[in-house]
């Protein structure tokens, strides 16, 4: 892969070892200046492994990475421009906020006027002019954040690592920090690249998304592209809600598939992006819960559904409530409760739990992936 100065950060077929163990398999990517680019994985798909490797932690075993288009291969951490913001933050408990800040540009040798120039400008631009001179202790989880990161950006690093930094927070300042951190990266125009397993996180403040498994990325796109557009299944699984049915292709023909699952129903599917099937294929469909219309079962529902769409009728188990974005956890004739999206209003039009209910939906937002091949 030639080396492009619009790139702050390519990795080429890197892989990593130790032992027997595979822990990053090949991987390639390149990361535009100025993005947010997100790892997104489950625990142990060498996702921190990779971020070790960047940072200097961690030598690979094969394949290249460069920073602003030259190797850093054999490059200590302290002489790459790349620092690392970690889940515990690692403030320095002994140390005003300023101090924190101001610490890595005297470790550089910068002078006291340069210092304090800069450590105001940085306290600036994450709105926090007026902290400086607090203890640690005295700030909210949020603030302890962004202090953090601006102890890292004085230092104007090309790329900015992040390892799960919302992790050790509730869920509600969570929530505020995805947005926070949204804004931090377009105020400062510097490369992040954060590791997650938490889709949510992914998909709310990258532009682009690499989904991590095994060692290997199985699709790198926007977040748009890994939700309505899944490379795999292992993606349509693991990035938004979605019911999953296993089965075997009975007829596949005019780019659908007609699928017996293993419970017991008869779907129509949509390969998913470069899946051709024959019958006796092995399949796995996944269906988003916001693609499900559920209606009470009565005369009228029927021609009520799409021409072509799949549906079948069910028992509501139980009502999750969550305002506008309620879910209905229905049971069909056979098999798992099947979720569908729904709003309740709080008036006599609620479905409501032992109902018997019409589920309903396109097979064009039935997506199915092979699992396997069966004898020929």
């Given at each position: ?109 910068a002078g006291k006027a ?71 990266q377009h105020q400062f ?188």
């Amino acid at each position: 892969m030639t080396s492009k100065p619009d790139f702050d950060l390519e990795c080429s077929n890197v892989s990593k070892t130790f032992g027997p163990v595979r822990a990053v398999d090949d991987v390639s990517f390149e990361i535009p200046s100025g993005s947010f680019f997100s790892i997104l994985g489950p625990s142990g798909c060498g996702k921190t492994t990779l971020m070790r490797m960047i940072a200097g932690f961690e030598n690979p075993t094969a394949g290249d990475i460069r920073i602003k288009g030259m190797s850093v291969l054999g490059t200590p951490p302290n002489r790459r421009n790349v620092k690392m913001v970690f889940q515990h933050l690692a403030l320095f408990p002994m140390m005003n906020v300023y101090e924190n800040i101001a610490y890595g540009l005297r470790c550089a040798g910068a002078g006291k006027a340069e210092i304090a120039t800069k450590v105001k400008d940085v306290l600036e631009r994450i709105a926090l002019p007026d902290v400086g001179e607090r203890e640690i202790h005295q700030l909210s989880g949020g603030q302890k954040q962004r202090i953090a990161i601006a102890r890292c950006m004085v230092l104007d690093p090309d790329v900015l690592l992040l390892d799960e930094p919302l992790g050790a927070l509730d869920l509600k300042l969570r929530e505020a920090m995805k947005i926070e951190l949204k804004l931090l990266q377009h105020q400062f125009n510097t490369t992040f690249v954060y590791i997650t397993h938490d889709q949510s996180e992914a998909l709310v403040m990258s532009d682009h998304v690499a989904v991590m498994n095994s060692g290997r990325f199985e699709q790198i796109g926007t977040p748009q592209q890994l939700y309505h557009k899944p490379a795999s299944a292992f993606v349509a699984g693991f990035v938004g809600d979605a019911n999953r049915w296993n089965g075997r292709v009975a007829e596949a023909r005019d780019g659908r598939a007609r699928v017996e699952t293993s419970a017991g129903l008869t779907l129509t599917c949509t390969p998913g992006s470069g899946q051709t099937f024959r019958p006796g294929d092995a399949v796995e469909i996944f269906v988003r819960p916001e693609f499900i219309r559920t209606s009470a079962r009565n005369g009228q529902d029927a021609a009520n559904d799409g021409a072509g769409d799949d549906g079948l009728e069910g028992i509501v188990d139980s009502l999750l409530f969550n305002g506008a974005n309620s879910r209905a956890l229905v049971r069909p004739p056979q098999g798992e409760p099947i979720e569908a999206d729904i709003t309740l209003t709080g008036g006599p039009e609620d479905i409501r739990p032992g109902e018997t209910v019409r589920l309903s939906w396109s097979p064009d937002q039935a997506l199915c992936f092979a699992v396997g091949t069966a004898p020929r």
